[in-house]
């Protein structure tokens, strides 16, 4: 069973500081990773995509790859109230042939304290 | 460029109907994801379609529930005979080949009463 496992938290900070949201993932075939937020009662939004070892940052957000570890993390820099959601990692499965389906973590509930 | 599109947004049924969520994927996406969530749970994952093909179905349950994904017109989730367990929040998302980002629908709130 390929799995991709996150931290449940919940993890909570203060405002102005770096929240980290740590993912392992099982499957070594896996060449793509994303991040999703997803506010309460909202549906997954997109934030973050890495496809090569090393950092990728995006404003306040980094994400870091680590294939040989199979670990892929994501940093928010200067956290603030309106990044509390829950964040989700996932990557592409494979199950051989064209089957590369999208499989999620449980997700890590972050909250940010003013 | 329009998102995904899900609808209806809301949807009530009464234990023993049935359940039709339909999902129009973003302009140019050919692969399409539907994916259940129970309050304060993750997303699991249900079907995965192509275009008329169903490529896995593994997180589907084997009785009651089906997906397509027809060559014209949006992919459907169907639930027959649903029951109060059915209630959930059913998220679709597409994304323009294998393996590549996936994008969210607004999610189809089904209620069973």
């Known amino acids: 069973q390929k799995e991709v496992e996150q931290n449940s938290g919940p993890l909570s900070v203060p405002e102005g500081a770096i929240a980290s949201l740590n993912c392992t993932y099982s499957?070594?075939?896996?060449?793509?990773f994303f991040w999703y937020r997803q506010y309460s009662g909202k549906s997954p939004e997109l934030i973050m995509s890495?496809?090569?070892?090393g950092d990728k940052e995006d404003g306040r957000f980094t994400a870091q790859l680590n294939k040989a570890s199979q670990y892929v993390s994501l940093l928010i820099r200067d956290s603030q109230p309106s990044d509390s959601a829950t964040y989700l990692c996932a990557a592409p499965s494979s199950g051989g042939g064209s089957n590369y389906k999208l499989t999620f973590g449980k997700g890590t509930l972050l909250t940010v304290n003013p | 460029n329009a998102g995904v599109m899900q609808n209806p947004r809301h949807l009530v049924r009464r234990r023993g109907q049935e359940a039709r969520l339909r999902c129009s994927p973003m302009?140019?996406?050919?692969?399409v994801y539907w994916y259940r969530q129970l309050p304060e749970e993750g997303l699991k994952f249900m079907v995965y379609l192509q275009k008329e093909n169903i490529i896995d179905e593994s997180g589907m349950p084997k009785e009651r529930f089906s997906a397509e994904f027809p060559k014209e017109g949006p992919s459907i989730l169907r639930i027959q005979q649903v029951v109060r367990g059915d209630s959930a929040a059913y998220f679709c998302?597409?994304?323009?080949?294998?393996?590549?980002?996936?994008?969210f629908g607004q999610g189809t709130r089904l209620t069973v009463v």
């Open positions: 890495i496809y090569s070892n």
């Open positions: 499957d070594r075939v896996s060449q793509s």
């Open positions: 302009k140019g996406h050919s692969h």
């Open positions: 998302a597409s994304s323009p080949g294998a393996g590549t980002e996936a994008f």
